[in-house]
């Protein structure tokens, strides 16, 4: 399976120099030749006319053995030796190509010679004409080179920006999970509340099927939110704790006190909810209380809870993965401290940043 994966990144790191449009840059380099190379260069030296023939000769033929050393170094050296670490090969195979490619190039020149030659070169000497190919050779080759980089550049600029935006993908769905998944426990527990209140016909069983269904539709609502106002969320918040407390045999006595300005402010979707619902999910063998306090500051929401039992394994690992998947989506600005005290009580004490509306900073 990593030999699968290892060879389909090596088949798309060999042809990255030419996807997203970069094969634009290879086109403009070959332009620039065209145009310097052989264009200019022919009318300068000569009062030969520009045609196809000159072109196919003097450009085409001309550049074909160079073309041929530039791309074995990018389709070839690179991807299979320098990107796979072979580096001492692939420095010995790049020299060696320099030296024997211009050779080659002299006599391939022999064998389809310009229409348009060169007379001051072709008198030169074997020597003198393959130092003036390996001069030319190398000044191509840097050129090159660094088109090659910046195209490296490029694709990983591109591949940092595609990285960022699937942790956002991953960060929304996670966001998405810790806003919709309802425990499984609280609502087994919620509809049997429910069903038990209507057998027994009692007088609020109609208010608490209404505030449950508000509950439901507010998450469902909230869930697929980026945001929630504070109100909102403290007014559901209510909702659940009159809910919870309805309940015959609940053993829980929930209080709630909130401080500082709550209009106007936003957090993450359904944090307090989420919560209470650790502390929902069964009833309490004994009687116990939740104290809980929302603080509204200037850069962050704090909470703190009290239980007044210690928690078990159970709510530890809930509210652990709860602390955990905030602060991966938050980062360094969430504070959870979680522990169970000495004197027998589980202390919870959290700090959220306020969430910005799309389009304000």
């Not at 920006?161 to 309802?182: D, F, G, H, Y």
């Not at 697929?224 to 504070?230: G, H, T, V």
């Not at 109100?231 to 006595?253: D, G, K, P, Q, V």
């Not at 652990?320 to 009580?345: A, P, R, T």
Request: charged residues 20%; neutral net charge; contains cysteine.
């Amino acid at each position: 399976m990593n030999q699968f994966v290892q060879l389909e990144i090596n088949e798309k790191s060999r042809w990255i120099y030419f996807t997203k449009y970069r094969w634009v840059a290879h086109v403009l380099y070959w332009t620039w030749v065209l145009v310097i190379g052989t264009i200019l260069n022919t009318s300068l030296t000569s009062k030969e006319a520009i045609t196809p023939s000159v072109i196919f000769y003097n450009f085409f033929l001309v550049n074909l053995p160079i073309a041929a050393f530039f791309y074995t170094y990018c389709l070839v050296l690179i991807p299979i030796f320098f990107k796979r670490n072979r580096k001492m090969l692939f420095w010995m195979l790049v020299l060696l190509s320099m030296i024997i490619f211009p050779a080659l190039n002299i006599y391939f020149n022999r064998l389809f010679p310009r229409i348009v030659e060169l007379e001051n070169v072709a008198k030169l000497s074997f020597i003198k004409q393959y130092l003036i190919q390996l001069f030319g050779y190398f000044f191509n080759f840097l050129i090159f080179s660094a088109l090659l980089f910046f195209m490296e550049k490029n694709e990983e600029n591109d591949t940092i920006q595609e990285l960022e935006n699937e942790q956002k993908e991953i960060e929304q769905v996670k966001l998405n999970l810790l806003k919709t998944n309802i425990s499984p426990d609280f609502l087994m527990r919620s509809l049997q509340q429910l069903k038990r209140a209507a057998r027994e016909q009692k007088e609020e069983t109609s208010q608490s099927i209404i505030t449950f269904s508000d509950l439901m539709r507010y998450r469902l609502y909230r869930g697929r939110q980026a945001f929630s106002p504070l109100t909102e969320e403290l007014l559901a918040l209510n909702s659940f704790i009159s809910f919870i407390e309805s309940e015959e045999r609940n053993n829980l006595a929930i209080k709630l006190k909130v401080y500082g300005q709550t209009t106007e402010k936003n957090i993450a979707p359904l944090c307090l909810i989420n919560i209470l619902e650790f502390f929902c999910k069964t009833a309490p063998e004994k009687p116990a209380s939740l104290k809980i306090e929302v603080t509204a500051g200037d850069t962050t929401i704090g909470m703190g809870l009290d239980y007044s039992a210690a928690a078990d394994e159970k709510l530890l690992l809930d509210l652990e993965k709860y602390g955990v998947n905030y602060k991966q989506l938050y980062g360094d600005e969430v504070e959870f401290d979680l522990k169970n005290s000495e004197n027998g009580h589980c202390i919870i004490k959290m700090h959220l940043p306020w969430i910005a509306p799309p389009g304000k900073p």
